[in-house]
């Protein structure tokens, strides 16, 4: 049986719609490389965030480093305001087993003590191993474990999803 | 003990023989080649078919480490690596603790080594008393104790004037003094060749004029003084040329290399290989090679191992701090076979380079196989190719290089004043 | 003969030279500490990349400088940090270096930090050690200091971009240098088409030109239109050794100055491992100036030694 993909820029437009209504002009959205940063400037425009969009790499927070080692590329992580206080949304592109999340929340706190954090995710996989939940939810999708579902981009920007081995 | 070894090629540099043909002895002497003596009845005969019997090889340099350095090795133990290797003669270098500058010393290595029955020992004595380069030894008696010649190991003697009169006084008696040449002052503080492998691994370096001038000094000083030297261990490929031309001016001069700088460059220090910390260190590739040609063309008379068993304590320590040095007698005769093979030398050449030469320089009638003469020969296998191995070697120095590296050659039997001192089927 | 620097999978198991290391590999180790050095500005400096891991600082030569620098990089990786001056204690006792190394790995070390007198000690260490051990060349002799040259890569690229259309210039007592022979082979590794050493001819080593220098006697010849001048410190014991007259003279001639500066480039970066000896090698003027970029360089090597660590630990 084949998969069928929902289409991600339909997601990302209901997503959106879900945030809009909790959005204040201290909101900082914060997206997780690398495919959580993709979908975090994508909403990040179309909420019209005021404060600057942060960008989180969690290689440093990784709860796996001792079986597969350092990444070979890490990406900039950047916050660029107070984290003290504040309500932060965590963008990620798929939520599986919670590792990522828990590893983005621990690097989060160690810049400050936020008011709160909520998630918001393009695809909910299920599969959790950690008591990990997302507020906002493009959709629910099951996916093979043996198979990895990642988010892309064309040369225009737009949106895509794959299903990798 | 008669013994009959028949069918092998015999090689006899000396007496000029390179042919398939039988030895007798009897009596500890050589009793005939070819023929059997007249109602010759062998008590063991050894078919040497398909090996070669030559003269037993003499080492020009191998350090027994006794008195003084038995925790490095003992009398017993190197000796019967020497037999092992096909060795039956052996000079040792007066560097033990205490050095052998007194008759006394020399005489008691001479009565333990006898007592053993294996190799026959040259002690060389010291040229000044403690190789302190003050004060000369009393050479004479030294002689008369057992020592074929005098020299200064791998000490420095700094004072030229005390290095003249010692050579003076020496060819007053007409005895050999053996130099290894090296400016201690240009050395000091050396570990490896001072050139672009040193520079990459931060190594002190030793440069080739301190060899070199060490050299010109020597070649002077017997100039002036008609002195009989043999340089020892040479390394620098500009070495070699001054002693060809010194031998042209006629001067009684003679040299040697070590068995692993007729292989072995400052390449093969690697990742700080500490057995290849020698004294003197491994040269350029073009040092290598001049000293591979050198031997070959004869300039350089002879090949020795300049066996130096270490303990594995002090070769497992930074290469700067590690002893230098490394075991050899085992390896005499592959290495030499090694360089014969590769420089295209036929081997009776090759053999004369560790029998005929050294017995030369050692002013013994010795390295032949002549009817009458002390029964000294090794038989060996010349096609045989095997692993060096750390258990193989009889040593108590197991520090080599050529740990785990395939050599030709492969000693079979020795004999020692017609008594078989080693067989390898029997070890 | 393969480099005991790299596991089976070809992946870098202990540091202890530059030399031999692939392009990529460095490349690699300077990218990661950037990340680090983004770290090391934030209020809380730690990630917890080592925590549970203990870090053993051998240290048989004594260094207050690099011993901190490397301790401070193992606590931001939430490691446990022992330090030890064996040049105290039990190598005195006549313990042979393998002996102290087999007792410390029995107390569960992960990672050593391995400063030591002889050349070759760092390479003898990690011979030995077991193979789930990592271990750093703090400096070996005048062999190698491995995190050293690649903070100096990592200070050049960050002012100056591209290796492939620099002129760098190592000036000072490069004979005895392990900084300047890492750095040598750290900056010919990434293309750096012009590459000097300066010095008189008792501190040039032989064959120095084989690793890719040019050899300048003459400083002011040396200095024209450089973009980095990497200056050396000059040891006091030198001037014993009969290889200099004083520091006096050496500062006359190899020190260095504004005015001598201002025969390289106009934007040319001052460099200096530390410690500096004011009036020896390097003129104060210079040293404060705003051409230096030594503190910087402290920073970056906290990074380099963050990564390096994390890299290791995770291979």
Known sequence: MTLVLPDPEALCAGLVQQLKPRVTADTALVGIHTGGVWLAERLHTALDIALPLGLLDISFYRDDFDKTGLHPQIKPTQIPFEVDGRHIVLVDDVLYTGRTVRGAMNELFDYGRPASISLAVLIDRGGRELPVAAQYVGAQLEVPTDRMLVLDRDENGKLRLKLDA | ?427 | MRNPQLNDKGELQHLLSIEGLPRETLTHILDTATSFVGVTAREVKKVPLLRGKSVFNLFFEASTRTRTTFEIAAKRLSADVINLNIAVSSHTKGETLLDTVDNLSAMHADMFVVRHAQSGAAHLIASHVASHLHVINAGDGRHAHPTQGLLDLYTIRHYKKDFTKLSVAIVGDVLHSRVARSLIHALTLMGTPDLRVIGPMTLIPAGVEKLGVKVFHNLEQGLRDVDVVVMLRLQSERMRGALLPSAQEFFKYYGLTTEKLALAKPDAIVMHPGPMNRGVEIDSAVADGSQAVILPQVTFGIAVRMAVMSILAGN
């Open chain 2, 1 to 427: 003990m008669k013994i009959h070894i028949r069918n092998g090629r015999l090689v006899d540099p000396i007496n000029n023989i390179d042919e398939r043909t039988d030895l007798f002895v009897a009596a500890g002497k050589v009793a005939a080649v070819g023929k059997a003596p007249a109602g010759f009845n062998a008590n063991r005969v050894i078919d040497a078919a398909g090996l070669v019997v030559c003269p037993g090889l003499i080492d020009l340099a191998a350090r027994l480490r006794e008195p003084g350095f038995e925790y490095k090795a003992t009398l017993e133990s190197e000796m019967l690596a020497a037999v092992a290797g096909g060795v039956t003669s052996l000079a040792c270098p007066p560097d033990t603790e205490p050095p052998l500058d007194e008759p006394g010393l020399v005489e008691m290595l001479k009565h333990r080594t006898k007592t053993l029955n294996l190799a026959h020992v040259y002690p060389i004595g010291a040229l000044t008393v403690g190789l302190a380069g003050e004060q000369l030894t009393e050479m004479a008696e030294l002689r008369d104790a057992g020592c074929v010649g005098f020299s200064h190991a791998d000490v420095p003697l700094q004072d030229n004037q005390v290095l003249w009169r010692a050579l003076q006084y020496a060819a007053t008696f007409g005895f050999c003094v053996w130099l290894r040449p090296q400016d201690g002052y240009l050395a000091k503080g050396g570990v490896a060749h001072d050139g672009e492998v040193a520079t990459r691994l931060g190594l002190p370096g030793i440069p080739s004029f301190a060899e070199t001038i060490a050299v010109a000094t020597i070649i002077e000083l017997i100039r002036a003084t008609g002195t009989r030297v043999h340089l020892c261990r040479l390394s620098t490929r500009e070495a070699v040329g001054m002693v060809r031309a010194a031998k042209r001016d006629g001067l009684p001069l003679s040299c040697d290399i070590g068995i692993h700088h007729a292989h072995l460059s400052e390449m093969d220090l690697s990742y700080f290989d500490s057995h290849c910390h020698l004294l003197p260190p491994l040269r350029s590739a073009r040092d290598r090679n001049a000293l591979r040609e050198g031997l070959k063309d004869g300039t350089i008379d002879a090949i020795c191992s300049d066996h130096a068993p270490v303990d594995e304590d002090s070769k497992l320590l930074p290469f700067g701090e590690s002893e230098a040095g490394a075991t050899g007698l085992e390896l005499l005769l592959p290495l030499t076979l090694k360089w014969a093979i590769e420089m295209k030398v036929p081997l009776a050449q090759a053999l004369a380079r560790i029998t005929q030469q050294p017995a030369r320089i050692l002013g013994l009638d010795a390295g032949h196989l002549s009817e009458g003469h002390s029964a000294d020969v090794c038989v060996f296998d010349a096609e045989y190719y095997g692993k060096v191995s750390a258990a193989g070697l009889k040593s108590q120095g197991k520090n080599t290089p050529f740990l785990g590296i395939e050599l030709p050659g492969k000693v079979r039997y020795t004999l020692v004043q017609g008594q078989i001192a080693y067989d390898a089927g029997n070890s």
